[in-house]
């Protein structure tokens, strides 16, 4: 092969062939399929090289002018067939300069290898705000209306809870009293108080005639303004233990728990008990309805809980036990807020153009839209309907004293990826060297053949445990555990196992935040709080959208047969669930495993939703549990139900000539075919000037 070597001056602009360095015949470019992204890369590792005669004294004088920054690529070109073409390109890195002076003058300098890859790997954790329209190198990008746009994030319909409850014994001793007096019957201490009026106490206490419906009585009143109102209902339940003395003949006890009086005339009893001298009073005394607590005359009902006594001696008494407690609880719901948000695959685009100063944008088939900014697709991607925001903008926090009181999006390319990679399985490599490519991971493993190899001499064939995995855990980072009872929020964690006899675990948590309460709480801050610090603030969260009549809307709904959840037409983000990730990650993980099946074996969070996600093209078409196992039947998407490679990888020499070089860098994803086998490439060093290469593949697995 015939060779031409030039030393270019950056800050000149001059050009100079020079006579080939020292130590070229160790350049050996390397395809490599990177385990995490699976985009195959090709690269040269950094060489150092003895540069002499007037090259030797080109980098000379520039190093003494400017020392470690100067700025020289050496640029690597190739005879085939009378067209020159580049074959490599670097920057000498004049901090590892040196020179040799005697009988013959050299430099010994090491050249890197440049590329728009080792930039956007370089800047792959540096913040990007997405509103802004300056690359990191100062160019100015196109505005995108989909980064900062305004949707409307619905109520999730969240249950609040009164409660209270006796931690020690109450014994009250009411005296001598010979006429009608009336106490307030206590129920403890408070540990829930959502609704504006909860009134308990902790020991007995004289109130008012309660048919006169006296204050000092009320324990709670008034229904709350964000009670939802289609359902304007309440749960009241309550569980009370009793002890009690008599010591005078007639005396005589009236214990109501709870009452409803009306504004104007006779309350109404839910649930009470009269006793006297010598009646048996039961040991527990139980409550579990639900009651309508609509308004009258303007007035709202509420509930009371007293005890009447009269004709009683000095040593009457009656104690309420420990254990006792009253809870109140209902359904809120709070009007729609508006949100600026920001759509997956204009951001995946302008992360990738303000780190590369748009030498790269974002094209994907699963992330684009049919109205995407950037990369129209024809239809929409499976994963196109989404977008992202941060607790500050979803709770509409303000900045004081500041020019702009509204909150930035700020995301590094690594905050994307790795929240979409737990979801999706997804993977990316640079495409024709001007798209920055992000698919499911199967979309980097295509079936052209782009070489053939017969008659190889011999194959070394090993297991790969990295390819193996006896575990797989699932789902997110972060929800609301202790919001309410947590039924409707899902979206946790999964652990799930095959019959691989191996220690190896595949972990991909989430640090979106997708938890139907965690995006209720969060919204809610903006009518309770705006301005504190929440713990939400700094996080991403995600939203799965549909196309309504209006345009983009958020995806709520847990679709036909729903069960287990509290109110399964509020809920978020169903196609987002943590079965449903696991669904997507089904043929990676089961590549070493020949059984079909991906194993519920426990949750952190709550994991008893049935759901069925309203999607045009979900992973599961099915309605399924979030501890149910995976297996392929479930799947709706096919390339998802079978590994596409075997946890296995072959090595062999074989010859490459520089047209083959070509041909594997214009289709790093296809395959190679030895000896009748295929795989795919996961590392091929080649030596072009000897000609030969050392083949590193990962085997397909035939079905």
Not at 38 to 67: C, D, N, R
Not at 470 to 487: F, H, L, P
Not at 623 to 642: C, G, L, M, V
Request: glycine share 8%; proline share 4%.
């Amino acid at each position: 092969m015939e060779y031409r070597f030039f030393l270019i001056n950056e800050r000149t602009g001059v050009q100079t062939e020079i006579d080939e360095p020292v130590k070229f015949d160790g350049f050996k470019p390397l395809f490599k399929r990177d385990p995490k992204c699976h985009g195959v890369t090709w690269e040269f590792a950094e060489q150092k090289l003895e540069f002499y005669g007037k090259s030797g004294l080109m980098i000379k004088e520039e190093y003494e002018q400017y020392g470690i920054n100067a700025s020289i690529k050496f640029v690597v070109e190739i005879n085939c067939g009378g067209d020159w073409q580049e074959f490599y390109s670097g920057m000498l890195d004049f901090a590892l300069y040196e020179d040799t002076s005697g009988a013959k003058f050299f430099v010994s300098i090491t050249v890197a290898q440049t590329s728009v890859l080792t930039t956007l790997n370089s800047r792959f954790g540096t913040k990007v705000d997405l509103e802004s329209l300056a690359s990191f190198d100062g160019s100015e990008m196109t505005k995108y209306e989909n980064l900062g746009r305004e949707i409307k994030i619905p109520s999730k319909t969240r249950r609040e809870v009164n409660r209270a409850e006796m931690l020690s014994d109450s014994v009250f001793y009411p005296g001598a009293r010979n006429n009608d007096t009336w106490f307030k019957v206590p129920f403890g201490q408070v540990t829930s108080n959502d609704f504006d009026k909860f009134d308990t106490e902790s020991m007995f206490r004289e109130c008012g005639d309660p048919n006169r419906f006296p204050r000092e009585s009320v324990i709670f009143e008034n229904m709350p303004s964000n009670m939802m109102d289609r359902n304007k209902f309440l749960r009241v339940k309550f569980h009370m233990e009793f002890e009690h003395t008599f010591t005078n003949s007639n005396e005589e006890k009236e214990l109501f728990i709870l009452r409803q009086p009306l504004p104007l005339g006779t309350p109404t009893g839910l649930r009470g008990i009269v006793f006297n001298n010598g009646d048996l009073l039961p040991q527990a005394l139980d409550y579990n309805e639900q009651q309508n607590f609509t308004e009258h005359d303007g007035y709202t009902r509420g509930i009371t809980a007293y005890l009447r006594v009269r004709n009683t001696g000095n040593n009457s008494s009656i104690t309420i036990k420990a254990g006792s407690f009253i809870e109140i609880s209902g359904d809120s719901y709070f009007e729609p807020t508006d949100c600026r948000v920001f759509m997956v695959h204009e951001t995946l685009s302008r992360l990738t153009e303000a780190i590369t100063d748009s030498a790269l944008n974002a094209k994907s088939d699963y992330f684009g839209r049919s109205d995407s900014e950037i990369n129209q697709n024809v239809t929409d991607g499976a994963g196109s309907l989404r977008c992202f925001t941060n607790g500050l903008m979803l709770r509409q926090a303000e900045y004081e004293n500041t020019e702009d009181p509204k909150p930035k999006f700020t995301v590094s390319f690594k905050d994307i990826l790795d929240g979409l990679i737990a979801i999706d399985a997804i993977g990316w490599g640079v495409e024709d060297d001007k798209y920055l490519r992000i698919e499911p991971w199967e979309y980097f493993y295509t079936d052209d053949v782009v070489l053939v190899c017969d008659d190889i001499a011999e194959i070394n064939r090993k297991f790969d445990h990295a390819m193996c995995f006896s575990q797989a855990n699932v789902g997110y980072t972060k929800w609301e555990a202790e919001e309410r009872d947590g039924i409707d929020g899902f979206h946790g964690k999964r652990q799930y196992r095959t019959i691989a006899r191996t220690e190896n675990k595949l972990e991909q948590f989430s640090k979106f935040v997708a938890d139907s309460y965690a995006i209720e709480a969060t919204r809610r801050r903006q009518i309770a709080d705006k301005t504190s610090d929440w713990r939400y603030d700094n996080d991403i969260f995600i939203f799965d959208l549909d196309r309504g009549d209006n345009g983009l809307q958020v995806n709520t709904g847990a679709g036909f047969g729903a069960t287990g959840l509290h109110d399964p037409d509020t809920v978020f983000n169903v196609e987002l669930s943590p079965a449903r990730n696991a669904a997507r990650w089904y043929s990676h993980v089961m590549q070493g495993v020949k059984d079909d099946k991906l194993i519920f074996t426990g949750a952190e969070g709550y994991a008893g939703a049935r759901t069925e996600a309203q999607k045009t093209d979900p992973v599961v078409s099915v309605n399924i549990a979030e501890n149910t196992d995976i297996s392929p039947d479930i799947i709706a998407q096919p390339e998802k139900r079978n590994p596409k490679t075997k946890a296995e990888t072959v090595e062999f020499n074989y010859p490459l000539t520089f047209r083959d070089f070509k041909s594997i860098k214009a289709n790093p994803y296809g395959l190679v075919q030895f000896n009748g086998e295929h795989g795919w490439i996961k590392q091929i060093e080649a030596d072009l000037i000897r000609g030969m290469a050392k083949f590193t593949l990962i085997p397909k697995r035939e079905i």
